[in-house]
């Protein structure tokens, strides 16, 4: 089971925010007047001085909401645990994720209470995982509601069109994922974004697949084309299950590659 911080980030703030709340408006009051029995102003003082839970709760409710807000509707950290999406983003490498931009959802219910904008063809988009939603997934959107996609012999074509693939040569990295050292390096620009993908010589998907995007629906490819489980394999994304679109690299930690890698800090999606 995944640990769900967002539900826990949002009992945080409703907890912190009702025992302030109650003690401003029920206990506070009573507080300030101060014991009847109290000889000296220290006494008094004394018994006036906030319960430390209260003092707790009412310290942290501001972080906890601020968090909450920002995490929620601005911009959410996420860190990539697998090769599916290389060369474009690498294990280990900490991601934030746009979460305005396909419209605003509230957390945990993640129910959309303002529309925005929908995704494109192109844009690399944090999902929840159709089979299990619990588990956030990151991909490549390359059909959008409408589009017809057919993948055959490690070729993509949307909408009749076939998406060139131009030859980089062979691909090398250090660290996680080096298995993939000596795979073919190429380059596919799809909506106007050009983006490199990987492709292994002797393996992975090469059956034919033809299909139509439903309504309200998105089919998402890895970018590590024959080390990635999809669209092909499972289906498409709904609409509902959309967290956001990743476009900043703030840091690199792979403890196979030597630990931080500098030059993936401050990359742009």
């Known amino acids: ?5 967002s539900a826990l980030l949002v009992f945080l703030t409703f907890s912190s925010g009702l025992i302030w709340a109650v003690d401003a408006w029920k206990f506070a009051p009573a507080r300030s007047k101060g014991d009847g029995n109290a000889s000296t102003s220290a006494d008094t003082a004394k018994t006036a001085r906030e319960p430390f839970l209260v003092e707790t709760a009412r310290s942290f409710f501001p972080i906890f909401l601020v968090v909450l807000l920002l995490r929620s509707f601005v911009a959410e950290p996420f860190r990539i645990p697998s090769a599916s999406m290389m060369p474009t983003l690498l294990i280990g ?7 305005y931009d396909y419209g605003l959802r509230l957390p945990v219910l993640n129910t959309k209470v303002i529309e925005n904008d929908r995704p494109e063809n192109g844009d690399v988009i944090v999902f929840r995982y159709p089979p299990d939603p619990s588990i956030p997934y ?13 993948y055959h012999d490690k070729t993509l074509y949307v909408n009749g069109i076939i998406v060139e693939q131009e030859d980089l040569g062979s691909f090398r990295t250090r660290g996680s994922g080096r298995e993939m050292n000596g795979w073919n390096l190429k380059q596919e620009t799809l909506n106007g974004v050009a983006h490199d993908i990987l492709i292994a010589p ?3 998907f090469t059956d034919g697949l033809d299909l139509v995007v439903p309504e309200n629906s998105y089919f998402v490819l890895g970018d590590n084309r024959d080390n990635s489980r999809d669209s092909r394999y499972w289906g498409f994304v709904p609409d509902e299950n959309l967290i956001g679109r990743a476009f900043f690299i703030w840091m690199n930690w792979d403890w196979k590659g030597g630990g931080i890698n500098w030059k993936r800090i401050g990359k742009i999606i």
Do not use: A, E, Q, T
Not at 1 to 5: G, T
Not at 93 to 99: A, E, G, M, Q, R
């Open 138 to 150: 990151i991909k490549r959107v390359i059909g959008v509601p409408g589009d017809h996609i057919r």
């Open 93 to 99: 490498d900490f991601i934030l994720v746009n979460k």
């Open 202 to 204: 002797s393996r992975g």
């Open 1 to 5: 089971m995944n640990f769900d911080f």
